[in-house]
Each structure stands twice: as C-alpha cells, then as structure tokens.
C-alpha cells in the first residue's frame, strides 16, 4: 500500500484556474480522487490569513 497527500487551499472547481485546461484539470481530479479519503477541514489556512493584503 502506498499513500499521497495533496494539500491546496483551493477547491476542486477553482482548479482549472490552475491548470488552465478543464479536461486536464478534471482527469487531474479524478485520478487523486480515485479510491481516496478527502479530508476537508473548512478552515482558512494559517499563512493565508496572515498574508499582506
């Protein structure tokens, strides 16, 4: 068994944002997603808060 972590601050539908083609961006997706456990905390993330406006 191996394992991979993914951290973003950015939800799935803002990702094509990122990668600027949807369909890389939804095959991207549903590859991490694939068989998975999605952890979302809801939070903001420390250094985005403390970030200079």
Sequence with gaps: ???TAVATNSPFVEW???F???RLCAAIADRITFRCTLIQTG???DRRAK???
């Design 1 to 3: 068994m191996q394992a």
């Design 51 to 53: 970030a200079v406006p």
């Design 16 to 18: 094509d944002s990122i």
């Design 43 to 45: 939070t903001e993330a």
């Design 20 to 22: 600027n083609e949807p």
